[in-house]
């Protein structure tokens, strides 16, 4: 216990709590809250102090500074001051300040205490301001007072402290504080002495426990780089991005990983050794470029980190870690209420949709759903804000607090670098204003344009267009719809999008795409990647090398990212079905992919050549195959998502389908061990007259209504002179689909359809419906006006509940 002229000052972490906030601070009190309380969870935070409000408003009164601030804000509010005036006045009557005597020897005598526990008498800590009124569940005062790292000795403490006191009043925070409406001494600021971690020779960085753009409450997300974590939250570099499955985190033999990004990660914070300056930016190494900060052990500890921190608090976290590089041990340094996802309804959301195409002048991570138009206005330093014109484009290299009050003014924001938990990220979410961060050349490429179109509304990555485009704005909530007899199930095609839609109330994924994923993640022809001797060409060589040179191996480049991808697409749905279609790429398409032109052969007609299920089976694609077994085996054995199905598409024969199963077989894909369940597209001719064959191979089937119609009426799909043809509600095609689906339920095995049919006609709708089909799986942007139309179409026809 301190002694008692010591207690109205400083306060040990063990001691404080939430209830503390208003003594010392949301911050401090989270810290304290995270060492008395999560303990037990395993969760690690460096050990300190915390000087008190009482500490604070002692210093105030010694150096009669309550008349200072009253004076010159009331001087702002008049118009007679500026913000910088302002600010400038305050700081520097607080930085010429005297500590009292008692508070300047509890400081001290503090400091030694904690050097004692660390075993070092000039113990290096962490000075960190925590303001009374920061971190509530509405309002979130990112950075907008100082942290000061690598202070070593009693001198040079005492003078971050001071200099901690005066952040209170930096433009920035004055700003924030006016637009919220916070009384400018009715906050306090509390100084957190925290024990240094080693994490410039570690790592370092942010996380949430639920996914910052969509607002999806079942993922962490984490980033991370090398060196003090300064880097990531201030958003001077392009960090790591990890996302975990928080659902799956329970089982032990699972590793719920469901994204690893590398961040480019150009340079690192690391302490500087001697002067007066004690940090330092470095280049990294080019190993340091290419390598993940962290590895899965570290990944998940982190992640169930996150949600002992999420169900103490009872609320969505954003927290901040760090690595000792010496040690290898992880610690907690920060939890605070997110403040934005958090508040969104979880039925109410916005749907942007682009009405054009336009040239792509830059691109980056996606901050926000929303589209923006305006014109561009480029500012690289902070000194020349007062140039921003309200309502543009802000385009800059990076966004530090200084720059919140015209970040509030502006249409979009575009920044060269910073992540996802950036500042200009977090700021952005927090104003509700969309911005395309890390774009790398985002100033340059976009100099001399007028005006920008910038999307956030096409997945995790956004794109800033040439000139403007049109868009529109739907608002929908799902609260309100219907609910069918009939599953509604959604196509997915891109992890990048598949959390964009976690809110619909879906009955699952009923297409995803394999070649999706291939042709945009992966980009690289399987079989270049099995047999890369074979790929004559240098420069496409080239770039399989950079693609694949941090994975042990290439097919294991593929492996990983693939499984992955699907890992990402069936998460938002789980514990639902995702039915995960085998690769169907034509010859054509095969071809365009990297080294594709060495495996493929030209064919006259692909869309009926060497295409889906003919390919598993046959010596030149049978290897490629098996990685995408490996890939599948992986996402749900290792990942942890046995809510996926397979489905094996354009299955031309009772034969081949046998074949293809006895592929996946010899690839650890066994239906109905470990609980797989294997489809058919249902999609040829044959496979409805011999449906009751297949319906004994199968778990169910897909119809796939285009290359059926394409198939019975001898239509080319792709032909626009026949394009008045192409009709899936012909009678030949319907036909066929109520004999298949009649065929199914006497089989006993499930039938849906995936197309944009039921959106498109209503009465082809009603007709599915009539014939008893058991799912209709939608693109997601139509889920929302179709719903009520298989709802009304029940109405009208008595029918069996579905299979």
Not at 261 to 280: A, P
Not at 669 to 697: D, H, K, T, W
Request: with cysteine; net charge negative.
């Amino acid at each position: 216990m301190e002694p008692a002229s010591e207690e109205s000052y400083v306060k040990w972490f063990e001691d404080i709590g939430m209830r503390d906030v208003p003594e010392v601070g949301g911050k401090n009190a989270s810290l304290g809250e995270l060492t008395t309380s999560l303990r037990s969870a395993g969760v690690m935070v460096p050990d300190g102090f915390a000087t008190t409000s009482g500490a604070y408003r002692k210093f105030l009164a010694a150096n009669g500074l309550e008349t200072v601030i009253s004076h010159s804000i009331s001087e702002l509010r008049s118009g007679r001051l500026s913000l910088r005036e302002t600010g400038h006045a305050i700081r520097d009557s607080m930085l010429a300040g005297e500590f009292p005597a008692g508070l300047i020897e509890s400081i001290r005598q503090n400091y030694r205490r904690l050097g004692e526990r660390a075993g070092q008498e000039r113990l290096a800590v962490a000075v960190r301001s925590s303001a009374t009124a920061e971190d509530l569940p509405d309002a979130s005062f990112a950075g907008q007072q100082e942290t000061f790292l690598n202070i070593s000795g009693e001198s040079a403490l005492l003078d971050a402290c001071r200099r901690c006191f005066a952040s209170l009043f930096t433009d920035r925070a004055i700003s924030y504080r006016e637009i919220k409406g916070f009384g400018h001494l009715d906050v306090a600021l509390s100084i957190g002495v925290q024990r240094m971690v080693r994490s410039d020779v570690g790592a370092s960085g942010v996380m949430f426990s639920i996914d910052t753009e969509s607002g999806f409450p079942q993922s962490v997300v984490i980033s991370a780089a090398w060196g003090l974590g300064e880097t990531v939250v201030q958003g001077t570099i392009n960090p790591d991005k990890y996302q975990v499955f928080k659902p799956l985190l329970d089982n032990p033999a699972l590793v719920p990983v469901i994204e690893r990004s590398v961040g480019s990660k150009e340079r690192k914070m690391i302490y500087r050794l001697g002067g007066t300056v004690s940090t330092r930016m470095v280049e990294t190494t080019d190993k340091e470029r290419r390598a993940t900060v962290l590895q899965d052990l570290d990944i998940i500890k982190l992640a169930r980190w996150a949600v002992s921190v999420e169900n103490h608090y009872g609320r969505p976290m954003d927290m901040e870690w760090a690595k000792d590089g010496i040690t290898g041990e992880l610690f907690m340094v920060q939890a605070r209420p997110e403040t934005v996802q958090a508040q969104q309804s979880g039925t109410l959301f916005r749907m942007y949709h682009l009405g054009q195409e336009g040239r792509v002048l830059a691109s980056g991570a996606a901050v926000g759903n929303s589209i923006a138009v305006g014109p561009v206005c480029i500012i690289r330093d902070a000194k020349d804000i007062e140039a921003f014109v309200d309502g543009a484009i802000l385009v800059t290299r990076m966004t530090d607090p200084d720059w919140v009050p015209v970040m509030k003014r502006a249409a979009g924001i575009v920044t060269d670098h910073g992540g996802p938990t950036s500042h200009a990220a977090i700021v952005s979410r927090e104003l509700g204003v969309p911005a395309v961060v890390g774009t790398g050349d985002g100033t340059d490429a976009l100099a001399g344009r007028e005006v920008v179109t910038l999307s956030c509304a096409e997945g995790e990555e956004g794109h800033v267009y040439d000139g403007m485009l049109d868009f529109d704005v739907e608002e929908v909530d799902t609260g309100s719809l219907a609910t069918t007899r009939t599953d509604i199930m959604v196509n997915i095609a891109s992890p990048a999008a598949a959390f964009s839609w976690w809110r619909l109330p879906a009955a699952g994924v009923g297409l995803a795409r394999m070649e999706f994923i291939i042709n945009n993640l992966i980009r690289v022809h399987p079989m270049a990647l099995i047999h890369p001797e074979l790929v004559m060409d240098d420069a496409e060589s080239a770039v399989i090398e950079q693609l694949t040179r941090d994975y042990t191996s290439p097919e294991e480049y593929f492996v990983s990212v693939l499984a992955t991808g699907i890992a990402k697409i069936a998460a938002p749905f789980h514990p639902k079905p995702v039915v995960v279609r085998l690769s169907d790429f034509k010859s054509n398409e095969y071809g365009h992919l990297v080294g594709g032109s060495f495996f493929e052969h030209p064919e006259e007609n692909p869309m009926l050549g060497f295409r889906g299920a003919s390919r598993y089976y046959n010596k030149r694609y049978r290897e490629a195959f098996a990685l995408e077994c490996r890939a599948v085996k992986r996402a749900r054995e290792v990942i942890g998502f046995s809510n996926v199905i397979v489905m094996v598409p354009f299955c031309r024969t009772v034969d081949e389908a046998d074949k293809v199963l006895n592929a996946m077989s010899e690839n650890g894909l066994v239906r109905g061990e470990q609980g797989l369940r294997i489809y058919m597209m249902c999609e040829i001719p044959s496979n409805v007259v011999l449906a009751e064959q297949f319906a004994r191979r199968f778990d169910g089937f897909s119809i796939g209504s285009n290359d059926l119609t394409q198939l019975v009426l001898g239509v080319d799909r792709d032909s626009e002179q026949l394009a008045g043809l192409f009709d899936e509600r012909d009678e030949a095609v319907t036909t066929m689909i109520s004999e298949v689906i009649g065929k199914a339920h006497a089989a006993g095995i499930r039938i849906g359809i995936c197309g944009q049919g039921p959106s498109n006609h209503p009465d082809f709708a009603e007709f599915l419906v009539r014939e008893g089909i058991d799912s209709i799986s939608l693109n997601p942007d139509t889920f929302i006006r179709t719903v009520p139309l298989i709802a009304a179409a029940e109405k009208h026809v008595n029918r069996p509940d579905p299979v």
